[in-house]
């Protein structure tokens, strides 16, 4: 059961141009929702967050949009740059019965941005 | 100010092996947790862990896996008998408190042949 999803496995955008990345959730519980990025071989990275509370979040050139009436995260990347090309992942944060948080993995975009 | 390590970064295991990968979370933090990366996946939540404590063990398989994080030294993730399907990255995340924004290793690769 994927509680979060990530719809597009790849994506290619032009030098200058703006990334959209697409998340989409299922549980109305989550509280808080994170963007990592991924390069080959290494660790994800946070990269942004935003609470259930708001609907954006923006640092630098990456503005995180929540909807949560349609239970929906998007990332913005803008302008996008060679070196953003990596593999981003959402994820959510829920709350266990146990009082402990677990995060929820999407299944990753791999974004390709383009010279 | 170093990093989550975590070692090795590539290990490769017979079945039926034993492998042990071993995760030294940042300074000063104290909560542990592991994910799993399956080829073509996203991360999967395999444990969480404070020291000398197993928190959260719901995504571990049932047999087989064991993790602990030790007073001293650092958190290890055991798998017994390995398996061609627990060829996969497992990455070890860690943070100060149980917030948002863990810090997470590079990996270890596991391939079992």
């Known amino acids: 059961d994927q509680q979060v999803k990530q719809n597009s496995p790849s994506l290619s955008v032009q030098e200058g141009r703006i990334s959209i990345l697409n998340c989409d959730y299922t549980?109305?519980?989550?509280?808080?929702f994170l963007w990592y990025k991924k390069y080959p071989a290494e660790g994800p990275t946070f990269l942004i967050s935003?609470?259930?509370?708001?609907d954006k979040n923006e640092d630098g050139r990456f503005t995180v949009f929540l909807n949560k009436s349609a239970k929906h995260l998007s990332l913005h990347i803008v302008p996008s740059q060679p070196g953003d090309s990596a593999v981003y992942f959402c994820a959510a944060t829920l709350i266990t019965t146990s009082g402990t948080y677990k995060y929820i993995f999407g299944t990753g975009t791999r974004l390709k941005v383009l010279a | 100010n170093a990093g989550v390590m975590q070692n090795p970064r590539h290990l490769v295991r017979r079945r039926g092996q034993e492998a042990r990968l071993r995760c030294s979370p940042m300074k000063g933090h104290s909560h542990v947790y592991w994910y799993r990366q399956l080829p073509e996946e996203g991360l999967k939540f395999m444990v969480y862990l404070q020291k000398e404590n197993i928190i959260d063990e719901s995504g571990m398989p049932k047999e087989r896996f064991s993790a602990e994080f030790p007073k001293e030294g650092p958190s290890i993730l055991r798998i017994q008998q390995v398996v061609r399907g627990d060829s996969a990255a497992y990455f070890c995340a860690s943070s100060p408190q149980q917030t948002y924004g863990y810090t997470f290793g590079s990996g270890t690769r596991l391939t079992v042949v």
């Open positions: 549980n109305s519980m989550f509280d808080y």
């Open positions: 935003i609470s259930s509370i708001k």
